[in-house]
């Protein structure tokens, strides 16, 4: 079944118009007219099965049929990575929805490569978004992670600290333990796990240390040098099995 994003407010409602860049997809991409089933959701836990009732070329108006709550993951997975290079994040951001991270934070890093100028931010956080959409359309995850950033180091190493939530640094240094023995080792109420990616030219010694300092506990992923992006789908994968209910 064909699934549309719909904001929380509106699906809260019996009936309601789809989004025009919805309702063109449906109609005229897919086809769909009046009686035609959709699943819908909002990023924020619901699912909902609605008919669509008349359609225009641009317009869709939808009848909700049935809805569910899905409940969010009891120990919430935050990614904090460096800000890659376009494609790289695009692939972090879809398989970060797909693995169920309950947001992602974008570091600015002295050796990340990716900057992104004032100018450009809101449109850049637009496209992120876009991505962040059409990947828990194609997942069926009603959990649309938050997004944050890009902030340095030293800010999300500081919330970190202040959410109480155990910080894992993934990192190439010699005194480090295996992601699944820490994980195993951490207490059952953490109130949640954020995970830290350096970028491709890896974080430097003192942005290590601000972690470490924030209590980060330092963690490998093997014994190999992965990309950025492939730590980052490692351990949000690992991650997510262990606190899987
Ligand atoms: N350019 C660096 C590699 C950076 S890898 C070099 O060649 O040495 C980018 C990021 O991925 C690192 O900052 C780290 O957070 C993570 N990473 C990559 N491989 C890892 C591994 N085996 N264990 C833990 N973290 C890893």
Do not use: Y
């Not at 398989?95 to 809101?122: C, F, M, N, Q, W």
């Amino acid at each position: 079944m064909h699934r549309c994003f719909v904001p929380t407010d509106r699906l809260r409602l019996e009936a309601f118009d789809l989004d025009e860049a919805e309702a063109r997809h449906a109609v005229q991409v897919l086809r769909l007219g009046p009686g035609d089933r959709v699943a819908l959701l909002d990023g924020a836990g619901t699912l909902a099965e609605g008919v669509l009732e008349q359609t225009g070329r641009r317009s869709a108006r939808v009848r909700v049929v049935g809805r569910s709550s899905v409940p969010a993951p009891a120990v919430p997975i935050h990614l904090l990575v460096a800000l890659l290079k376009g494609k790289a994040l695009d692939l972090v951001l879809e398989k970060a929805v797909e693995l169920g991270a309950a947001s992602i934070v974008l570091l600015e890093t002295d050796h990340g490569v990716a900057r992104v100028p004032a100018s450009e931010a809101d449109r850049k956080r637009e496209t992120w978004r876009h991505t962040l959409v059409e990947a828990s359309k194609q997942s069926r995850n009603p959990w649309l992670p938050e997004l944050v950033g890009p902030v340095p180091v030293v800010a999300a190493a500081a919330t970190a600290r202040e959410s109480g939530d155990a910080l894992i640094l993934a990192s190439l240094a010699a005194d480090t333990r295996p992601l699944g023995t820490v994980l195993a080792g951490l207490p059952q109420r953490v109130p949640g796990i954020r995970i830290a990616i350096g970028p491709e030219g890896d974080f430097t010694a003192e942005e290590e240390g601000i972690l470490r300092s924030a209590g980060a506990l330092a963690v490998d992923l093997g014994p190999r040098i992965l990309r950025a992006e492939t730590a980052a789908i490692a351990a949000l994968a690992i991650a997510s099995e262990h606190t899987r209910r």
